[in-house]
């Protein structure tokens, strides 16, 4: 579903993705860890075409990042995006930051787009907060607004860039409970995330990146029972030691 082949990203002389290649098949659950600053985010916001990239290519579904003639923004409304600061319209109520995109991009009617908006927000658990808007809402609850959100879209691919980092510890899990429950469903998942657990429960794989490269790619039991490089070792003592 994504491909990802020797993909290369510079700012000015700095270096910040390195040859990278993987690929993540349909169904498939890939966690991508590593230091702050090692290029994780880059190379998820590449995938959707929010950052371009000089060299190698990605595609996702086939179609392919590199080449000029795609059409960015439909390749984006099939990409589900999720970030760690939500970014939900502060200014919408909960059901029409669902139906928004629904309506804009996907010409669906309005009731059209509030049917599948409300069934997701009761799929998230949060059908009671459809009125509300998102400053009303905890953290935890505002990001399974945005989950909800990326998959009215329908899309073929949801991409997490730390989806719990910024929230606060007791608010973690029912965030994780939504994404484990997608990846069970079978969702092709690529998620930026530090929690182990989350790993441990339904990643087939774990990519582990430091400066701008791909480091490790390997099934997940592999790589939490005997992690290659010396780096990944350093790396998840500090994380699992807490
Ligand atoms: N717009 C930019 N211009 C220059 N450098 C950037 C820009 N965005 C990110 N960087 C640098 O690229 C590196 C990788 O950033 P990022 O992909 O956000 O890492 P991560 O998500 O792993 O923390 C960092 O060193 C960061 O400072
Ligand atoms: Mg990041």
């Given amino acids: 579903m994504i491909s990802i082949r020797n993909v290369s990203k510079w700012y000015g002389d700095f270096r910040v993705l390195d040859g990278c290649s993987t690929a993540v098949g349909k169904g498939e659950v890939v966690v991508v860890c590593g230091p702050s600053g090692s290029g994780k985010s880059t190379l998820i916001k590449c995938v959707n075409g929010l950052e371009p990239f000089q060299q190698g290519d990605i595609r996702v579904d086939g179609t392919s990042l590199a080449d000029p003639k795609t059409d960015l923004p439909r390749l984006r409304a099939r990409v589900g995006m999720v970030f760690q600061h939500f970014e939900l319209f502060p200014h919408l109520s909960v059901i029409d930051n669902l139906c928004l995109a629904q309506i804009k991009v996907l010409g669906r009617s309005r009731e059209a787009a509030r049917d599948k908006g ?100 390997v099934p997940a039991d592999q790589f939490f029972a005997a992690p290659r490089a010396e780096r990944t070792r350093e790396f998840l003592s500090k994380i699992l030691d807490h």
């Fill in 118 to 217: 409300m069934a997701l927000l009761a799929r998230v658990g949060l059908a009671e907060q459809a009125q509300k808007h998102p400053g009303q809402l905890s953290g935890g609850q505002q990001q399974r607004v945005a989950i909800a959100r990326a998959l009215a879209m329908d899309p073929v691919v949801m991409l997490f860039d730390e989806p719990t980092s910024a929230l606060d510890p007791e608010m973690v899990s029912e965030v994780l409970e939504v994404m484990v429950q997608l990846a069970q469903e079978g969702m092709t998942m690529m998620c930026v995330t530090h929690e182990m657990g989350f790993a441990r429960r339904v990643a087939d794989r774990v990519i582990f990146m430091d400066r701008g490269a791909i480091l490790e790619d």
